[in-house]
């Protein structure tokens, strides 16, 4: 998951998603009326084992394992405040979200001109139109690479060009996201 990616995801959600194991798995106890049989449905794995992972028994407890793990981050995220993620992303389609980013931006320039790639740091404005296309690019599988060219040619078009007000036929290109986060509502 690229930064783009995971800056969508935390701009969905209110709450941050449970770090330990021990809360994850009692997330998911919780969210399957505590039925270790379901969650072990869920996980692929045996209810003894979903029992072993979560009983108080000092010497019965095992850890679950790498492949395990994954699979209960998975869970837990997909499971993860449904109704909040599901208005904040139509909130965002509508209303558009404030993008922040520092990242290598850069024209198409002589070398030595102020136009030169370089670090910056943005906070821009930007509609809903690019919200629903990075969704849509994101639902559809498409990589960090494709969500970059989606928001450097909105920012190119809001930030740079001021929405058509100046700098026409500027190209914009941008690399290096160090940091890439997302504000809705």
């Given at each position: ?59 019965a407890r095992r850890p ?122």
């Amino acid at each position: 998951m690229g930064q783009i990616e995971q800056g969508l995801e935390r701009a969905l959600r209110t709450r941050p998603v449970p770090s330990s194991t021990e809360a994850r798995l009692r997330f998911l106890l919780a969210a399957h009326r505590g039925s270790t049989w379901r969650v072990a449905a869920v996980l692929g794995v045996s209810q003894r084992t979903v029992q072993r992972w979560v009983t108080k028994k000092p010497g019965a407890r095992r850890p679950p394992g790498p492949i395990q793990l994954r699979a209960i981050e998975e869970a837990v995220l997909a499971r993860w405040q449904p109704r909040i993620r599901a208005r904040r992303h139509a909130q965002a389609e509508a209303n558009g979200f404030v993008f922040h980013t520092r990242a290598r931006f850069g024209f198409a320039a002589p070398a030595g001109s102020s136009d030169d790639p370089r670090v910056r740091r943005i906070t821009q404005d930007l509609p809903g139109e690019v919200a629903r296309e990075l969704f849509a690019a994101r639902d559809a599988g498409a990589g960090e690479q494709q969500q970059t060219v989606i928001l450097a040619r909105a920012l190119g078009h809001a930030y740079f060009r001021e929405w058509g007000r100046r700098a026409h036929g500027l190209h914009v290109a941008f690399s290096d996201v160090e940091f890439a986060d997302f504000s809705i509502g």
